[in-house]
Nanobody, 128 residues
């Protein structure tokens, strides 16, 4: 059974940092891309970042987070991480990780409809 579990969210002041974790079970995470999405109240789900399979470990980022967020993986722990630095109030959202269990089509990395498997989400709140 494929399962994704996010953790690491919380309340942080503007300019602060958080590291989100996405723990996978039921499949070998290193073979597949893992994407991060976020959804703020009243807004559509937005692609934040994606890391491709361990074959090349390519990473993709939304323009709004480039230079501030970094995706990485630890295959030994079957986990993917999203390091978020210089956080802004507009980063406040529920963050989800997702996978499709197929070879990533790079142009689709930020299309939420592309992914079949989702975690339950973790809340990130950036506020003073």
């Amino acid at each position: 059974q494929v399962q994704l579990v996010e953790s690491g969210g919380g309340l942080v002041q503007p300019g602060g940092s958080l590291r989100l974790s996405c723990a996978a079970s039921g499949f070998t995470l290193g073979y597949y891309a893992i994407a991060w999405f976020r959804q703020a109240p009243g807004k559509e789900r937005e692609g934040v970042s994606c890391i491709s399979s361990s074959d090349d470990n390519s990473t993709y980022y939304a323009d709004s987070v480039k230079g501030r967020f970094t995706s990485s993986r630890d295959n030994a722990k079957n986990s993917v991480y999203l390091q978020m630095n210089s956080l802004k109030p507009e980063d406040t959202a529920v963050y989800f990780c997702a996978t499709e269990l197929t070879v990533l089509i790079p142009s689709m990395w930020n299309n939420s409809e592309y992914y079949d498997y989702w975690g339950q989400g973790t809340q990130v709140t950036v506020s003073s």
